[in-house]
């Protein structure tokens, strides 16, 4: 046997392929658009967030550059218990009910492949964070689907809201063989912050079928009134049966840190230190000491006009509602998140200005992004990367942007449309 065949990826991986953020991050590299593709910011994050972590780095406290403990550093799992005790109202053991990561990515990765049995079922809403299928795929479960899918309006844009789950569908995808259900919200990319009563209602069924629900809440502060970010955990009969995931990154904009967590009860929790145990381990011990302070920092002054959790949706409130604008104006159809800092528009009414021909993938999504990266030189996401193959021709008309971007940035990408629209006439 050749080694070519020997040394390929292991069945369980086959047909695993590139990220989309692989290939679009190798193009902006070679095109230098202007990039609105990838979420994160591109300014600073809050000052005392640096200064906290430099402090940890150079402080006297010298074993903060050692080993800490494996399933989560001391204090970052008390600052994480009490938080999330206030916020859901009931108390949090840090030892037993909390789990720090290395980024949500693990967190998700943790419980996935902690709970998922060979053949089990694992309902994931679309669109989702492209991470989800493949591990579901790798612990030995089975992907099965439901799409989002926008309202009818008329006389203005559609709203994140307008995109909804078909209530028997969900319904008919529930059986004995159901595992697990992740849910995301808000959602990326739609910015979907799903409501009371659509959470009830998977709630329900969940109950019903005895299903574990992944609530992935990465953008919990990032809601924007009228909205509210409702926790799942805390409806009727769901603690026992949810495990939340959260982030650092894009708690305090620091997607570089690296951090994420996970609460639920223990008895679901074990499963997941067991597989951080045998492959990560344990986290960056300065990195979680240093968000531990910002935890604790922002916990004094919770609900004030002067914590981060509400000025950080205030910013980017005003930073969406001018990308919205300017996407109207060169001619696109966006639909207004409620939260979460993306905005996914459908850029079809610009289709006659785009030669999709030069470019040679399978999706107009890709073609359309590929065609703008380099011709136009503004770089967005084909959404129909969040989609299982068989329902991408849904994505395929829209476009996707981060808004949460320096204000002279956001006035460059809408300069750029601009002038391209002059061009065209």
């Not at 990515?105 to 309902?123: K, N, P, Q, R, W």
Request: proline residues 6%.
């Amino acid at each position: 046997m050749s080694n070519a065949k020997r040394f390929t990826l292991p069945q369980r991986y086959a047909g695993t392929k590139e990220s989309v953020w692989t290939e679009y991050i190798q193009m902006a590299i070679d095109y230098k658009p202007l990039n609105l593709g990838q979420g994160f910011p591109d300014y600073p994050p809050p000052q005392y967030i640096m200064d906290t972590l430099s402090k940890v780095g150079n402080g006297p406290d010298y074993m903060l550059h050692q080993y800490t403990r494996g399933f989560g550093h001391p204090r970052l799992v008390n600052a994480l218990a009490k938080l999330y005790s206030k916020l859901i109202g009931r108390e949090i053991n840090e030892r037993t009910e909390v789990l720090t990561t290395c980024g949500a990515y693990e967190a998700l990765f943790s419980a996935i492949m902690g709970h998922t049995e060979v053949g089990d079922e694992v309902i994931i809403i679309e669109p989702f964070y492209d991470c989800y299928e493949p591990m579901v795929k790798y612990a030995g479960g089975i992907a099965r689907f439901i799409p989002l899918k926008p309202k009818p309006v008329e006389g203005r844009l559609l709203t994140s809201a307008d995109w909804v789950l078909d209530k028997a569908e969900l319904e008919g995808l529930f059986n004995s063989k159901t595992k697990m259900i992740i849910l995301n919200t808000p959602n990326n990319p739609l910015g979907k912050v799903f409501t009371e009563q659509e959470l009830t209602h998977i709630a329900d069924l969940c109950k019903k079928w005895n299903v574990l629900c992944v609530s992935d809440e990465v953008y919990e502060w990032m809601v924007y009134k009228p909205h509210k970010h409702i926790r799942i955990a805390t409806l009727p009969g769901m603690w026992e049966r949810t495990i939340t995931i959260g982030s650092a990154g894009k708690t305090f904009s620091v997607t570089g840190w690296k951090v994420g967590w996970a609460y639920g009860p223990a008895d679901l929790m074990v499963n997941l230190q067991m597989i951080h145990q045998n492959s990560v381990y344990t986290g960056v011990t300065p990195i979680q000491e240093a968000t531990a302070i910002g935890f604790e920092k922002e916990m004094e002054r919770l609900g004030s006009e002067e914590c981060y959790f509400v000025t950080l949706p205030k910013e980017l409130q005003a930073k969406r509602d001018f990308m919205t604008k300017f996407l109207v104006d060169v001619g696109m159809r966006p639909t207004i998140p409620d939260g979460g800092y993306f905005m996914i528009a459908d850029w079809t009414p610009l289709e006659s200005q785009v030669d999709l021909s030069s470019e040679k993938d399978e999706y107009k999504d890709y073609k359309f992004t590929k065609w703008m990266t380099k011709n136009v030189g503004l770089q967005g996401i084909p959404p129909s990367a969040f989609y299982s193959s068989p329902d991408k021709h849904l994505a395929e008309k829209f476009v996707r942007y981060c808004f949460f971007k320096k204000d002279e940035n956001l006035q460059k990408a809408a300069d750029i449309l601009d002038k391209w629209k002059s061009s065209r006439q």
